[in-house]
């Protein structure tokens, strides 16, 4: 990336919400419990492609990168990841509905 | 029910991400399953989530900004965060974590710049999570090259005698800068010094201003 | 001591900036030993590599686009990246 022609910095900013902390919590507890740390964290970023930096958001990419990773290490299997996800989208329409 | 999970007002005046109120994305049901399922195995508690995030909410710019400070006032102590950042920051009491922090000084000679080209590596257990444009491609990719265009984008000016150098984040360091005190402030207390001292100031793409 | 960061390119993580590679610089400082990030990336047990920072001149790293032949950027580069580099 660095050299790559670029445009204008934007310089909005916004505060984080709640789930893109629990996002930051989470690959900082996961990697303090051994299950990853930030290079396999970055592997998973650079292997998800240059366009997801276009179509996902910072924290979107992270959690995606988290999950794949704990499915590599065994903490969860990928059968777990869909039950509970088709549970959780059950819960409601919202993320405060369904966290 | 939404906004039961954090206070109703950012308390930076930022806009909240869209959250709780809307709909639900994939994204969010994916940290919600990740979360709830790394909690039942018992690889992570919920209470150690919640305390994390309550760490990082307490990390911010006014963390670096008693640092830099306390160097203007105190030479011992900038000679001692020059040699060693992490031990001098650890010994003013602030939780680093496992961070490796250098420290480096801007002089009338010298301008010093932070990016991380590769991803966007900060010392967030410092001065809290990073800006948002500090994490942009634009940002990112433009740093290294025209940094001088950049700092100007940024409303620095620096004539060509004086040399930019630019610090790439690529590894296991992670980079506070010394601003160079404005002649102005000098004489000022520690603590009326940390008031001029900007996050900004310490990223390099700032330069340190009287209180508003 | 002038290194020139070695110019391969390998398919995976690896902490060594596109950029950088093939140029010529002078160590800054050494900083340590740090796991090596391509294998820690795999979750394979790393071995400590030595990592250095070393000092690029903008006119080294850019040519002719450099605003300022003088500026330089610095970067942390892992010693298994780097060779001698002997201007003779």
Redesign the interface.
């Known amino acids: 990336m660095g050299g790559d022609p670029a445009g204008k910095i934007d310089h909005e900013q916004h505060d984080f919400a709640l789930w893109e902390k629990r996002v930051d919590a989470l690959l900082v507890i996961s990697s303090s419990a051994g299950l990853m740390n930030t290079d396999s964290l970055r592997r998973v970023l650079e292997d998800m492609g240059e366009e997801t930096y276009e179509n996902m958001s910072y924290y979107e990419r992270w959690i995606s990168s988290i999950c794949q990773n704990m499915i590599e290490v065994g903490a969860f299997s990928t059968l777990e990841l869909a039950t509970k996800m088709e549970i959780i989208k059950s819960r409601g329409a919202t993320y405060g509905d369904a966290s | 029910m939404p906004h039961d999970h954090h206070e109703p007002l950012s308390p930076s005046g930022h806009p909240y991400r869209a959250d709780d109120d809307r709909d639900l994305t994939y994204w969010q049901v994916m940290e919600i399953a990740v979360r709830e399922l790394l909690i039942e195995k018992g690889h992570v508690s919920a209470t150690q989530i919640q305390d994390q995030i309550n760490t990082m909410d307490a990390r911010s710019p006014a963390n670096g900004a008693r640092l830099v400070a306390k160097a203007w006032t105190d030479p011992a102590f900038k000679y001692a965060l020059i040699e060693d950042a992490g031990q001098a920051t650890r010994e003013m009491g602030f939780d680093i974590g496992p961070m490796h922090l250098i420290a480096l000084e801007n002089t009338e000679e010298v301008h010093n710049v932070i990016v991380c080209t590769l991803c966007s590596c900060y010392p967030r257990n410092l001065l809290g999570l990073p800006p948002d444009w500090y994490k942009s491609r634009a940002y990112r990719s433009r740093a290294v090259v025209e940094p001088r265009k950049v700092l100007s984008e940024f409303g620095l000016e620096f004539n060509q005698k004086i040399q930019i150098r630019v610090h790439d984040s690529t590894a296991d360091m992670r980079y506070i800068i010394l601003p160079y005190q404005p002649a102005d402030s000098v004489g000022l207390s520690e603590a009326e010094l940390a008031n001029w001292v900007t996050r900004d100031s310490m990223i390099g793409v700032g330069l340190p201003r009287p209180p508003a | 001591m002038k290194v020139r960061v070695l110019s391969q390119w390998l398919p995976?993580?690896v902490?060594?900036?596109?950029?950088?590679r093939g140029k010529v610089g002078t160590i800054e400082r050494s900083?340590?030993t740090?796991?090596n990030?391509e294998q820690?990336?795999?979750?394979l047990t790393p071995t400590k590599n030595r990592?250095l920072?070393v000092?690029f001149r903008m006119s080294e790293?850019?040519g002719p686009?450099a605003?300022?032949p003088?500026?330089?950027?610095?970067?942390?580069?892992?010693e298994h990246w780097l060779e001698p580099f002997n201007a003779s």
């Open positions: 995976g993580h902490r060594t900036p596109g950029y950088l900083v340590g740090f796991n990030p820690n990336a795999y979750r990592l920072r000092r790293v850019w686009r605003e300022n003088d500026d330089v950027v610095e970067a942390e580069i892992y």
